[in-house]
């Protein structure tokens, strides 16, 4: 597998449109679904993390509804922000069908924070204590960003020893917000 360099790498990055896609619009694979899932995950972490209630009335479905709901919502300001800097002109009617191809194309990041969604409403449903729950989940979301990470570089064609580096650098970030749970609760 070829060695990655930066300098001479040619590649699109994430942020970059698409070639021949009006208004910039990705497909949802490769680095859209990298960036994504990463995303996602790490909103998930911070939103869980964020949501530990310690003493109050604990709740799993209002936590997997709050996740779902700031994900959605962070996909569709996402999206839009794409829209709106796409500079494109055009008729009305092709502005609002590549406004809501861009929005769709945000699928991965609200699916970044399905696994959290998941493990919370078993949580309810499984009248599991928050404690355990918060550290499962932000454990779950640690080695989906290790996992993000390690397919990330694998797809830029990396060396398998970098990409560990790259998922553990990914990993940090999930290891940082558990830290910044336990150092703020």
Not at 3 to 30: F, L
Not at 116 to 127: C, K, M, N, P, Q
């Amino acid at each position: 597998m070829p060695q990655h360099h930066a300098d001479t790498d040619h590649r699109r990055r994430p942020d970059q449109p698409a070639p021949g896609r009006p208004g910039g619009v990705q497909p949802a694979s490769g680095a859209g679904l990298i960036f994504g899932g990463v995303y996602g995950t790490v909103l998930a972490s911070a939103l869980l993390a964020a949501l530990h209630s310690e003493g109050d009335v604990y709740v799993p479905y209002q936590h997997a509804a709050w996740i779902m709901m700031t994900a959605v919502t962070s996909a569709l300001a996402h999206g839009y922000a794409h829209h709106m800097t796409s500079d494109q002109h055009g008729a009305d009617s092709h502005r609002w069908n590549r406004l809501a191809r861009t929005l769709l194309g945000e699928w991965p990041l609200i699916a970044g924070c399905l696994p959290t969604v998941l493990l919370l409403i078993a949580a309810g449903a499984s009248d599991w204590p928050e404690p355990p729950v918060t550290a499962t989940g932000l454990t779950l979301n640690t080695a989906l960003l290790l996992v993000w990470g390690v397919v990330s570089a694998r797809r830029l064609g990396y060396r398998r020893r970098s990409t560990l580096l790259f998922g553990f650098a990914d990993a940090t970030l999930g290891v940082l917000i558990a830290m910044a749970n336990a150092v703020i609760k």
